[in-house]
């Protein structure tokens, strides 16, 4: 297919995904002091089945770590799974930083904020699942902790991935624990899973270098935060990645995927041809759809 044909059905798949009005949550519950340590729940649009219990559905935003792009443009895809019969709980964290040129200079022509915060970002994710079950158990009484499935698309695939595998962590890494986190799995939708393929790639112009703090620091913190190099994690991990992605190549899911299967992991992985980033969580999409089923695989 022509670059010009991919590249237009590129900003159409974007395009419409952004085009669904943000849907409120049930409840929003804070798990710390900072504005953005916040999770907004979701209670399933749908009667729940025997023994009046659903699984729970824990979702990591994209956008690149960055500060604009926070949870609000996800909410159509947590409210989608809400209506399929889903518990969810949309996570929001701190991104971001400094816009380059701030400090009241204006920022260079074409520049954009920097990725993430280090270790702001990992903090709070940290936070969040590990004030989880208390939180859950007030907004949604009807979620099965025990049916948990972490998702996140694009930069909260990344995170979705490394919040799994905190179990195997180096040892002094503040957000280690002592045993996995009790998922029933993870499906990271177009990760930024495997951060050397992403910076030869300049995936995001250069997002996985900037949230470990530059290339002054990158090779020092990818063992923190490169989820390519935090395997095996004994979870079962699914990748959900559109063949068309202009934003996250497959080149970087199908990077993790040899890295699992070179520590004696498998991974699956779901190649949706003719896709590309946004459609994984836009509900008017097919490939939606395809997301939630993997999700029901699991967590059912």
Request: charged share 20%; net charge negative.
């Amino acid at each position: 297919m022509p670059d010009d044909v991919v590249a237009a059905r590129a900003v159409a798949e974007e395009e419409s995904a952004f085009a669904h009005p943000p849907v409120d949550p049930d409840v929003t519950l804070a798990y710390g002091d900072q504005p953005d340590q916040v999770i907004d729940f979701y209670v399933p649009r749908v009667e729940a089945g025997p023994g009046g219990s659903v699984p729970l559905v824990v979702v990591l935003h994209g956008g690149a770590w960055r500060a604009p792009y926070d949870r609000r443009h996800i909410t159509p895809f947590a409210d989608f799974l809400a209506r399929r019969g889903f518990a969810v709980a949309n996570v929001e964290y701190r991104r971001g930083g400094p816009v380059p040129g701030a400090d009241g200079a204006p920022a260079p022509e074409g520049t954009s904020p920097v990725a993430g915060r280090w270790p702001d970002t990992f903090d709070d994710v940290a936070a969040a699942l590990d004030a989880l079950p208390d939180l859950v158990r007030e907004a949604l009484p009807q979620a099965d902790a025990r049916r948990t499935v972490l998702t996140g698309h694009s930069a909260g695939g990344h995170l979705a991935l490394w919040a799994a595998a905190r179990h195997v962590l180096p040892a002094d890494a503040p957000w280690r624990t002592a045993r996995p986190v009790p998922l029933r799995g993870v499906v990271a939708l177009a990760p930024i899973a495997d951060f050397a393929v992403a910076g030869k790639l300049d995936v995001c112009g250069g997002a996985a270098c900037q949230l470990l703090g530059g290339e002054d620091r990158f090779e020092e913190r990818r063992p923190y935060a490169d989820p390519a190099l935090l395997l095996p994690t004994g979870i079962a991990t699914t990748l959900v990645q559109g063949r068309a992605d202009l934003v996250v190549p497959e080149a970087v899911a199908e990077a993790y995927a040899d890295a699992a299967a070179k520590a004696g992991e498998v991974v699956g992985v779901t190649l949706l041809e003719d896709v590309g980033h946004f459609p994984l969580i836009d509900p008017a999409a097919d490939a939606c759809a395809v997301v939630a089923e993997e999700i029901a695989q699991l967590a059912w």
